[in-house]
Every structure is written in C-alpha cells, then in structure tokens.
C-alpha cells in the first residue's frame, strides 16, 4: 500500500501544480500553442544555456522536445518545396530575410524563396542546426 499512496500524494500534488503550468507544458495543437511554447523555449534558452547542472536544464530539454515534434509534424505535413519549408520557418522564428546569414546575403535568400536557387548541402546543415529540423525538410 505504501507505494500506492506515495503515487497518490504525488498525483494530489500534480493536480495542484498542473493548472499553473498546464498552458507552458502541453503538447501544442495549434500555431498559436507552438509559438507560445517556442517563446518560453527562446527565454529558457536565454537563461539556462549551456549550463546542463542549471535547476531548469531539463525543462529546456522537455520542452525542445515538444517543439521539435510539432515542428517534424507540420513542417512534414504541410510544407512542399525547400523555399516554403524556410519561409514557413522565418514565418515561425520571426526572421527576415537579412536574419539568415547562415544562407547568405538578403539577394541569395530572396532566390531561395522565390524558388531561382536551391539551397547547398552546407546551407542545409546550417539551417537543419538552427531550426533544429531535419535537412531532409529542404530537400
């Protein structure tokens, strides 16, 4: 029995804490939940770093971890070409074009986009790091 109430105090205790942090810690279903969890993610990232012994490392994990599903989910689903997948992305992460020096100047992301030159095996790995996706989304 002792194992069975020490689960029950800690399901007491989740019922409690969950409606506080419910909105932070769920799976997104929408763009407005992902981008909400991709701002609390952005402010972890700010504050936790590197820093894998910080109190908030795992949460960072955690949630990077919902963001990169809903991100493989979506992106997979509803994007076509390379050029829609990275403007779906800058759409996502709040970019312009002159925010994406991993690809080039403003003229080369502007023919990217606009689908007159494709991305390099280097652009790719680039942006697969960054956006934390798979290069085969700009493929």
């Not at 069975?4 to 989740?14: D, G, R």
């Not at 504050?47 to 991100?71: C, K, R």
């Not at 992301?109 to 290069?135: D, H, T, W, Y």
Request: glycine residues 6%.
């Amino acid at each position: 029995m002792e194992g069975s109430e020490k689960m029950n105090q800690q399901l007491e205790q989740l019922a409690t804490v969950w409606p506080k942090i419910k909105n932070i810690f769920s799976v997104p279903h929408s763009e407005e939940e992902y981008n909400n969890l991709v701002s609390v993610l952005d402010a972890l990232v700010d504050e936790v770093g590197e820093n894998e012994d910080h109190p908030l490392a795992s949460l960072m994990e955690s949630l990077g971890t919902l963001v990169e599903n809903y991100e493989k989910n979506t992106i997979d689903a509803d994007i076509g070409s390379p050029g829609d997948t990275l403007r779906y992305l800058m759409k996502e992460h709040h970019l312009r074009q002159s925010d994406l020096p991993e690809i080039g100047s403003q003229g080369v992301v502007s023919e990217i986009l606009s689908g007159k030159r494709r991305l390099n095996v280097r652009q790719i790995s680039r942006l697969s790091a960054r956006f934390n996706v798979s290069p085969a989304v700009f493929i």
